[in-house]
């Protein structure tokens, strides 16, 4: 990771050079450090000093009792985890990830978002507790903060961060991007060109049928589909905020 928050998650950006450089070497004596714009947790500067190293940031090393979906996209553990190392930006928009949040929870966007998710998973499979869940992860990835992302394509994301289950047949599965890896996330919505496919969770074969077209006309089609949701339980999705 190339750039951190000076002193914060919200700080100016800062290279590992420049953060030491600014911050000197007592900084950690001072109680300045760098943070990441993602999971927005202190990181720590390496190379800075090795003429065979660029100078980069580093996430702590995780417990084994984290989940690997927990990881930080921007850390090594989660640019090597299959499910997540497709997840990374090309830049962040900071105050514009406040805004979107709030965009995100205006009452026809959160039906719409649950609606889609539902439609994805099949009735039975997602619960408000996973919603929620989901919710929680982009938080702790600020996936709101992806430079030019829109909101249409947040519940596409939210689909790529657990595991679900099938209840009527019994067996667990997921959502994957047909996308290169080594894209950032922004070809998503740039491009029009890609999907999002359900696959078994055990053996990563497709679900028959699960492919669905990542663009704003599919996901208005598949989410328009709200006028069944009752009052109370649109009270629960403005809740989750």
Known sequence: ????????????????????????????????????????????????????????????????????????????????NKYLKGLFTDGWNLENGILLRN???????????????????????????????????????????????????IPYILLLLTDFHESKKDYQFRFILNKPSKLPLQNLWIKNEYTINKIFSDSGADVRYGSKSIDIDTYLDLSKDTAWLSDSFVNRLLELE
């Open 103 to 153: 965009e995100f929870f205006k009452e026809d966007n959160i039906k719409r978002a649950y609606i889609f998710c539902l439609k994805l998973c099949g009735t039975g499979n997602f619960p408000l507790s996973t919603f929620e869940r989901v919710i929680k992860r982009a938080d702790a990835k600020n996936i709101w903060s992806y430079k030019n992302i829109p909101v249409w394509v």
């Open 1 to 80: 990771m190339f750039y951190a928050g000076y002193n914060s998650p919200y700080g100016e950006a800062l290279t590992a050079s420049g953060f030491e450089k600014r911050a000197g070497i007592d900084h950690k004596e001072k109680k300045i450090f760098p943070y990441c714009f993602a999971c927005q947790q202190i990181v720590f500067t390496r190379g800075t000093i090795s003429p065979n190293m660029s100078d980069h940031y580093a996430h702590y090393t995780y417990d084994d009792s984290v989940d690997p979906m927990d990881y930080c996209i921007e850390s090594n553990a989660g640019k090597n």
